[in-house]
């Protein structure tokens, strides 16, 4: 869909027709004819600028103003110089997001991120764990009808807008995936497997969420995941996953969400949430998750609609952990 700015300067009218990071692309009159194009390499140096002489906008990349005589662009909260592909400032809100450096424009992924004033894309999953535990169900192999869990950690979730700078969030999430493989159980003693979602890398971690019912009939929200456009994301490799048919390939996820975890109530019965791949969102091991999963998101899901440049835009980052780190199998002992 190409968007249509109108810019009245004198007696000449201009058209913009920008990208899909709403950088100046094509301009031209009434007539259609081209009155300017620019293109640019990804974070924001413009490489190739055609003009007629009757049009010159200073609004170049995401649509920012272009200052010439220091050659960088103003995005409100602080100037981005393009040729060394940094903030010159630090980022208002770094006391929010003390993971990654805040001179470094959008996480390095300027193809598909833009800031609009300078600040960070809405919810961080870090790799800092809370302290806390909750119950997860083990699925896969298990061969018995009642449930088998196990204890996981909660990591912290930091929420940011990055327009209002007083919204901000807190709240937890687990990140492991333990299931039970064919043929991993002697007795009461088995073996767990770890098929925990981790991105493909730490930079290559940067998703869009989409509002979904999930589980259904049981009145929660979840956030579907989607990176360039697709379902289908980069992830590490995880062989475990494509064995249990949770994955196609090893090095690619669909339908990674954040949703209900730990203990959810469905129809009026409290169940243990389970996990291929997912976050569950929750902060107790003996109370329903329900009620504290619909705040979390239903805070998110009313404030993006309040932006002026996304309306309804909910970015995602997800910190890489350490896979020295993550307890990939795990013994445990049926009661």
Known sequence: ????????????????????????????????????????????????????NTWNTPYLFNAKEFDEETGMYYYGARFYEPRLSLWMSCDPMEENTPFYSTYSYC?????????????????????QKTGRTTWQRIIGYTGQKRNIITRVNLYKVIVCDTEDKNHHIEF???????????????????????????????????????????PKGNGTKALKLTQYGSEVIYADPNNISVEMEYRNKSDVAAEVMMHVGGIYNLNGKNHYAASEGCFGIANSDKFSSNAYTNKILDSIINQSPKSKTNKGRIDVIIEKRDVNKILQIKNVEIK
């Open 1 to 52: 869909m190409v968007i249509n700015c109108e810019y009245d300067y004198g007696r000449l009218t201009a058209i913009n027709y920008p990208d899909h990071l709403g950088s100046s692309s094509y301009i031209t009159n009434l007539d259609g004819e081209v009155a300017q194009h620019i293109e640019y390499v990804p974070f924001g140096e413009v490489f190739i600028e055609e003009r007629n």
């Open 107 to 127: 996480l390095n992924n300027p193809i598909l991120l833009i800031d609009p004033d300078g600040a960070y894309p809405i919810i961080t999953i870090t790799k």
């Open 172 to 214: 937890s999430v687990t990140r492991d995936a333990f299931i039970m493989r064919k043929g991993a159980r002697n007795g009461k003693k088995i073996v767990l497997s770890n098929v925990a979602y981790e991105p493909k890398n730490g930079k290559d971690n940067s998703y869009t969420a989409q509002v979904i019912d999930y």
